[in-house]
Structures are given as structure tokens and as C-alpha cells.
């Protein structure tokens, strides 16, 4: 007796059809997997993105807590008493901004200026930092000195923490501190893209934060993430806020 082989049909005239995977067949397989390899790609860049935003706002909570209790360590350099008016003699309204020693107002241009490289330390750091300094012992340290050691290494601080970091600091004691950090956000655009001459290539537009009022008026998130005006930042700025009574 003969036996049909199990890999062929007989068909009519005697003649077998090979069974097996065809072209078509494979070609849609790969395709399918390319699909979602794909997905699978953009879903890892999302979560990229996700993990670098929660890394930058975690760390703006640090600084915001370590500016916080330096202030409140050394309250008199932060301006008139909120009880009694009295401001401390150390304290010159003529040349400290909004009469306290915890201010801070330069442009962003001029802050990206102090820094020349990821690693090196601007000049006034460095001074302040020296082990000649009254300020780097605690015991021989004025509470004007504290001020101005704190204002620079917190500064120091918020630059290696944060993306180009930069801060805006106004108010006093009496009427509240407004704290504001600014950091550059290459991934801040919007959906839409601006094209230039057409001869190099299309660019994705950084979006500009929009400029705190002179009167405060915003409210909720608006008022957390506003630029201060006077600060000049360009595109793809974020910034992030918040007050507190010493």
C-alpha cells in the first residue's frame, strides 16, 4: 500500500500543492511588527520625557525648601519686621532692592553671563567660598555676610539642579518674598511648526511663557508658572513660583 506524504494534497491530474508560508503572508508579519516596534519606540520617549519633567520638579521643591530656611535662619536681612516696621542698620534701601539682602533681579541674559560652563563657579562664588572668607567659618559670619553667602550658593544651587537654572527673587519680610525659578525646556513647543526660507530645515516653535502682571492678578497655575516681566526670558523658558512670610 503506498502512503500520502503528510506535507502534500493531492490534487487533480496527480499533481501536489506544497503547503507553507507565503511571501504576502511574511511581508504583512513584518509589517505588523513594525507597527508596533514603532509604538513601542514612542512610548519609551514619552516616558523619557515624563521621568526628566519629574526630575526637574523634584528638585525645584528642594530649593524651594533650602531658600526657605536660610531666610528664616537669618530673618533681619530679609527686610522690616512684620510686627514692629524696624529694619536693621546693615540694610541700605539705597543699594538693597526692596529693602532686603534676599533679593535678586537680573535679567535671564545677564544670569546665563555668570556661568560659562557646567563646571566652573562664577568668580563671586568662589570668593565666598575661599577659607579666608569670615562667612565660610559660621562663628565669624555678620548676618550680612550670611545673606550674601546665601544668595550666591543658592544660586550656584539652582544652576547645577536645573536645566540653564536661573532665579528672580523680590519683596521683604513685612509684605512676602516672591521666589521665582526659571530653567530652559527644549521640550516646551507647541504642535505646530514655523518654517524659515525653505533652503534649510523646518524648526519646531519653543513656546514663551506668558509675563506675570505688575498687580498679581493671576490665579491658580497661571500664577504659579508666569515669567516675571523684567526677567527678559526667551522662548522655551519655564517658570514656577512661590510666596512665603519669613
Known amino acids: 500500500m503506498k502512503h500520502m506524504s503528510s506535507h502534500s494534497t493531492p490534487r487533480r491530474g496527480g499533481r501536489f500543492r506544497n503547503r507553507g508560508v507565503t511571501l504576502i503572508e511574511v511581508l504583512i508579519a513584518v509589517m505588523v511588527l513594525s507597527i508596533g516596534l514603532l509604538g513601542i519606540a514612542g512610548l519609551q520617549v514619552a516616558t523619557t520625557k ?12 528642594v530649593l524651594y525648601s533650602d531658600f526657605s530656611d536660610r531666610v528664616r535662619l537669618n530673618p533681619d536681612m530679609a527686610g522690616p519686621n512684620w510686627l514692629t516696621g524696624a ?12 529693602s532686603s539682602k534676599y533679593t535678586y533681579k537680573a535679567t535671564w541674559a545677564d544670569q546665563q553671563k555668570v556661568w560659562t560652563t557646567q563646571k566652573e563657579l562664577s568668580d563671586d562664588y568662589k570668593s565666598l567660598v575661599d577659607d579666608n572668607t569670615p562667612c565660610y567659618v559660621a562663628s ?17 544651587r539652582v544652576r547645577e539642579s536645573l536645566p540653564q537654572g536661573a532665579v528672580f527673587v523680590e519683596g521683604n519680610r513685612k509684605s512676602g518674598i516672591d521666589v521665582t525659578l526659571m530653567w530652559m525646556d527644549k521640550e516646551n513647543t507647541d504642535k505646530s511648526v514655523k518654517t524659515n526660507d525653505g533652503n534649510t530645515a523646518t524648526q519646531v516653535s519653543l513656546v514663551t511663557a506668558s509675563n506675570c502682571s505688575t498687580t498679581n492678578s493671576e490665579t491658580g497655575l497661571a500664577q504659579q508658572t508666569c515669567c516675571p516681566e523684567t526677567a527678559v526670558v526667551p522662548a522655551g523658558v519655564r517658570c514656577t513660583r512661590f510666596s512665603f512670610m519669613p
Open 50 to 61: 515624563y521621568k526628566l519633567g519629574s526630575g526637574v520638579r523634584a528638585s525645584i521643591a
Open 140 to 156: 565669624t559670619c555678620s548676618q550680612s555676610e550670611r545673606a550674601a553667602y546665601d544668595m550666591t550658593t543658592w544660586r550656584m
Open 87 to 98: 529694619t536693621s542698620t546693615d540694610i541700605k534701601p539705597s543699594i538693597d532692592l526692596d
